[in-house]
């Protein structure tokens, strides 16, 4: 086949697409764990008859992001459709974003992932759902991660939980895990935002070797404290490799992460910042790590009560009327 061959998709064909928040890092697992959390982006995607791109925004960034070819869900249906040799539709997107950007909550890797969702709908619906391609989870992995660059946020948003993420030589792999029903996570999520390129830059090339052990040690011992062990978290969450670094550029969020961390609370910055991530052990122990950060007065904070996403991202096909 080839990019000039027909699409699949009859135009008409609508699907729904849901994806999770994520954080990734949880402090020691640099690059490599990731969080699928209770906040979502959903969108609709249907296909059209021509080439046109329709695109509505409402929530998070309908003021920011761009309304034509250039957004990152079109571009990401456009990468699926490519790499199957098919040719895209004309779509209308309709999107309402609930997850924050450039928080440090996945809100690209969410991007990326309901693109590719969309597409993967799409595609195997075929024009009489007898035609279509179909794209598993490897592909779809791999896929996001050419996009993301890295696959910590989009494994978690792609299939929920606790993901570990690597790199061989075939491409990018995970491993799924169950997070221990007494493990409760807060974020707390500031006005102000972080690019997650600066934050990047500020981390060495080389660390001492004993902060390279530590963190090892420290990301073994965070996928017990998850899976099996909650009250080990706060030794858990410790880091050396790169929340130090990146703390001159947001002051507030290292303040909030020392405060937290001093009373007790397994806190970190939520992937490249500057959102903080307290894993509580118990929900109760959320409105304390609150309590808390109410008292950081120097930036506002928002609060948000969350579960884990078990799930990953979503998608099907689309009946008027349904929910």
């Not at 999107?95 to 709908?121: F, T, Y």
């Not at 075929?126 to 279509?132: E, L, V, Y």
């Not at 303040?255 to 397994?266: D, K, P, W």
């Amino acid at each position: 086949m080839s990019a000039s061959d027909p699409s699949p998709a009859s135009p008409g064909r609508t699907v729904a697409v849901r994806v999770p928040a994520t954080s990734a890092n949880l402090g020691p697992g640099f690059d490599t764990l990731g969080l699928a959390l209770s906040v979502y982006d959903e969108l609709l995607v249907t296909a059209l008859d021509d080439d046109r791109v329709e695109i509505e925004v409402t929530g998070q960034g309908a003021d920011a992001v761009p309304l034509d070819a250039s957004h990152l869900v079109v571009r990401s249906m456009a990468h699926a459709f490519a790499s199957v040799g098919r040719r895209m539709p004309g779509v209308r997107l309709r999107a309402h974003n609930v997850i924050p950007h450039g928080r440090g909550l996945g809100s690209s890797g969410a991007a990326v992932v309901s693109g590719l969702l969309a597409a993967k709908g799409l595609l195997e619906l075929g024009t009489d759902h007898t035609d279509g391609v179909e794209l598993g989870d490897e592909a779809l992995l791999r896929l996001a991660t050419e996009l993301e660059g890295h696959p910590d946020n989009v494994a978690p948003a792609l299939f929920g939980g606790l993901t570990i993420a690597w790199m061989d030589e075939t491409g990018p792999q995970h491993k799924k895990l169950l997070v221990h029903r007494g493990v409760s996570p807060v974020v707390f999520v500031p006005e102000f935002t972080m690019s997650t390129s600066v934050a990047r830059s500020l981390q060495p090339l080389q660390v001492p070797r004993e902060d390279a052990v530590f963190n090892v040690s420290r990301s073994a011992l965070l996928i017990a404290a998850l899976i099996q062990s909650p009250e080990l978290l706060l030794a858990a969450t410790g880091d050396r490799l790169h929340q130090d670094y990146r703390a001159q550029a947001m002051p507030e969020t290292d303040r909030l992460v020392r405060a937290l961390r001093a009373q007790g609370f397994a806190a970190v910055i939520s992937g490249a910042g500057p959102s903080v991530l307290v894993l509580a052990d118990g929900p109760g122990r959320r409105l304390e790590a609150a309590d808390v950060a109410a008292s950081v007065t120097d930036t506002p904070w928002d609060a948000l009560m969350l579960a884990v996403d078990f799930k990953g991202g979503t998608v099907k096909e689309y009946a008027e009327g349904s929910t």
